[in-house]
């Protein structure tokens, strides 16, 4: 298992955190790869799965050692008992042994003096290495019981703190797919005005366009092909008549021509009336057109005029 992979996937989250682009009005949120974050998370995951059998190897080993000691001291202490059941048969009867020691010569009392100090000093001997094992063995139990505990406990903070970061992470993606969304309605909200300001500067466009089209230009139809009614012609005396098909394009040429003769010549007798000279009778003079009376005045010799205002100058005038 390669040390320290964990820490270095959360550090790296991290660090992607942290350096991610903040998301516009949402305070405390930031975003960040998705395929690469998914690929972090399967990393952690692949490694807390190596973190965890670890674990397990290790309680299992735990298990197997404290059982190994615990049986290790078990052997210890039956073969101790063992050795005092032996030596504690093997001792003789004291008051036999008194009266034995009586009957003995000075070399064997000796000789068995040395050999209650030699049995003597084997169970001091005894008494001290089982002393001992029994120290091994407890601080061997204790050793062991607070390794294991703190690699238990150094594990379990790891799993607390990687279910921490996965909750984290996972909450981070579910804030993710909603700032997702939230940025797709975004965009397309925003393309939805686009299309609708330019949709409704073009229709602008193309009213201004077909209002100044009708200002200046006049459109003319002509249908010269299907005539469902004759052309009028006008007469020379004026009277509308409908064309037929058999009148020639001449005949109809020739009665424009004289129309417009007709009203040139009624055009100069409206604006040049009759100027034939007649003589002026007494009762029309100017005076008595302006209802003065002619008292005392003389009587002028009547006048010739033609037509308009009666002026001597008239003709000068004109």
Known sequence: MEKGKAKQLL????????????VPFAAGKVLVNKEEMLEMIEDLKKTIDIELKAYHEITDKRGKIIKDANKEAED??????????????????PLYVQRQVKDLNKKDKMALRTANEIYAASIIYTNEMLMEIN???????????EET????????????????????????????????RYADILEISQLLANELYYEKNRFEEEEQKKQA??????????????????????????????????????????SAFEIADELKEEKKKSLFED????????????????????????????????????????????
């Open 275 to 318: 100027r034939t000279p007649v003589p002026l009778e007494e009762s029309i003079t100017d005076a008595g057109v302006a209802g003065k009376a002619a008292e005392g005045a003389p009587k002028k010799i009547p006048e010739f005029r033609i037509g308009g205002n009666i002026h001597k100058n008239l003709d000068n005038e004109l």
């Open 135 to 145: 120290e091994s063995v407890r601080q061997a139990y204790n050793m062991i019981s």
């Open 76 to 93: 210890i202490i039956v073969e101790a008992e063992e050795s005092a059941s032996r030596i504690r048969m093997s001792k003789p009867n």
């Open 11 to 22: 550090d790296k989250m991290q660090v992607l955190i942290e350096d991610g682009q903040n």
């Open 213 to 254: 089209e009708e200002n200046e230009m006049v459109q003319w139809e002509f249908d010269f092909e299907d005539k469902k009614e004759d052309p009028i012609k006008v007469k020379p005396s004026r009277q509308p008549v409908k064309l037929h098909d058999d009148i020639l394009h001449d005949e109809v040429v020739d």
């Open 149 to 180: 505990d703190r690699v238990l406990d150094s594990l379990r903070q790891k799993s607390d703190v990687i279910e921490q970061n996965k909750r984290e992470l996972m909450d981070g993606l579910l804030d993710m797919k909603k700032q997702e």
